[in-house]
Antibody, heavy 120, light 107 residues
């Protein structure tokens, strides 16, 4: 059974760096893409970016300059850093497993979500 | 970026009836379209991918159709647990994008 468990700081101040980690249990870590998404009342669901086991990434251009996604294959974990946060970055952040091959981009398994609040 | 537009924003349907949700892409996404269901406080749950393929464990009353820019999610014989928010998502292009959601409520 595949499970994604995420954690990180839930309360930040403006200009700080958001940092979240997602651990993957079950399945082959190297056979999938690993994504970060977020959901806020104002912007709905937003895909932030993805990484594969070799470290190759794709990012949403709207956030690319502030986003770093990394992977630690020895721990079956991947992480998100978002720099210079503002109140607009307040959202529930999710990690997810993306399928590869013919259905690349389909996200079946998701983490439980982490509410991140940015205060000024 | 491909913009996904869902309609209606809210749909009121009685249990046992059929609900039809629409999703339009600003440019062709072929059949690379997924549908998710989300309940309050929970992560989205994949229902449909490749426009019409049900994910594992999804009941047959959920069906998807369409290709190119126009897609439909149909839920037949609505059950109480089906009243939730539904999102479409394209995975044909980067960045992956979602519609703004349709809230399916009990009439």
């Amino acid at each position: 059974q595949v499970q994604l468990q995420q954690w990180g700081a839930g309360l930040l101040k403006s200009s700080e760096t958001l940092s979240l980690t997602c651990a993957v249990y079950g399945g082959s870590f190297s056979d999938y893409d690993w994504s970060w998404l977020r959901q806020s009342p104002g912007k709905g669901l937003e895909w932030i970016g993805e990484i594969n086991h070799s470290g190759s990434t794709n990012h949403n251009p709207s956030l690319k300059s502030r986003v770093t996604i990394s992977v630690d294959t020895s721990k079956n974990q991947f992480s998100l850093k978002l720099s210079s946060v503002t109140a607009a970055d307040t959202a529930v952040y999710y990690c997810a497993r993306g399928e590869t091959g013919m259905v690349r981009g389909v996200m079946v398994y998701w983490g439980q979500g982490t509410l991140v609040i940015v205060s000024s | 970026e491909i913009v996904m537009t869902q309609s209606p924003a809210t749909l009121s349907v009685s249990p046992g009836e059929r609900a039809t949700l629409s999703c339009r892409a600003s440019q062709s996404v072929s059949n690379n379209l997924a549908w998710f269901q989300q309940n309050p406080g929970q992560a989205p749950r994949l229902l449909i991918y490749a426009s019409s393929t049900r994910a594992t464990g999804i009941p047959a009353r959920f069906s998807g159709s369409g290709s190119g820019t126009e897609f439909t999610l149909t839920i037949s014989n609505l059950q109480s647990e089906d009243f939730a928010v539904y999102y479409c998502q394209q995975y044909n292009n980067w960045p992956r994008t979602f519609g703004q959601g349709t809230k399916l409520e009990i009439k």
